[in-house]
């Protein structure tokens, strides 16, 4: 199995920029999580998904970001405009939710806006 | 109060020393617990999941008090390798499960 992929490794844009990051979460697995981790606030869990449908949004700072998942083997967090402090390494993780499993992780994405 | 707390650390000990993470968590109902280590600009990786009669892997053991909402990891004989973050995670299962991450607590191993 090749594991949680996410796109791209680094994105450095401009504020005021639309940014689209992408995960390909592991087959099989029912739950897809988006995480945003940072020096000063850790890992925060944004928003996350059960079977394709988006099940708790608190998360997400503000309506610049949204995400989707149009199927089970791909989901996007778009964030637009984008912000300086959006800076931060974004992570996917997939698991699939039966009782106690453990969640495996992308990669992650190192955003970076100017 | 924040959902799951931990002492950030840094946490310096000499090889070979025994050094142990504390973790609380907010929510009594939550169903699952686990230890995820995280090297420098890496991904987390589950280090071990904590059960109720606590468990033990190797040099590694996790504990649960659930009277306290409380979790804890001990390291036995440190290694250099050792050096990393370590996340304290809860799964706060209601309908769907939540999995909320600690802030994390910093070791270095020195030798």
């Known amino acids: 199995d090749a594991g949680v992929i996410q796109s791209p490794r680094h994105e450095v844009t401009e504020m005021g920029q639309e940014v689209t990051l992408r995960c390909k979460p592991i087959s099989g697995h029912d739950y897809l999580f988006w995480y945003r981790q940072t020096m000063m606030r850790g890992l925060e869990l944004l928003i996350y998904?059960?079977?394709?449908?988006?099940?708790?949004d608190s998360g997400m700072p503000e309506d610049r970001f949204s995400a989707k998942m149009p199927n089970a083997s791909f989901s996007t967090l778009k964030i637009q405009p984008s912000e300086p402090r959006d800076s931060a390494v974004y992570f996917c993780a997939s698991s699939p939710g039966t009782g106690g499993s453990p969640l495996h992780f992308g990669n992650g994405t190192r955003l970076t806006v100017t | 109060r924040k959902e799951v707390e931990q002492d950030p650390g840094p946490f310096n000990v000499p090889e070979g020393a025994t050094v142990a993470f504390n973790c609380t968590y907010s929510?009594?109902?939550?169903?699952?617990f686990f230890w995820y280590r995280q090297d420098c600009r890496k991904e987390p990786k589950l280090l071990m999941s904590v059960y109720s009669s606590g468990n033990e892997d190797g040099r590694f053991t996790a504990q649960l008090n659930r009277a306290s909402q409380y979790i804890s990891l001990l390291i036995r004989d440190s290694k250099l390798s050792d050096s990393a973050t370590y996340l304290c995670v809860v799964d706060m299962k209601t309908s769907y499960d939540k999995v909320i991450f600690g802030p994390g607590t910093s070791l270095s191993v020195i030798p």
């Open positions: 998904f059960n079977n394709n449908v988006p099940i708790d």
């Open positions: 929510n009594s109902a939550s169903q699952s």
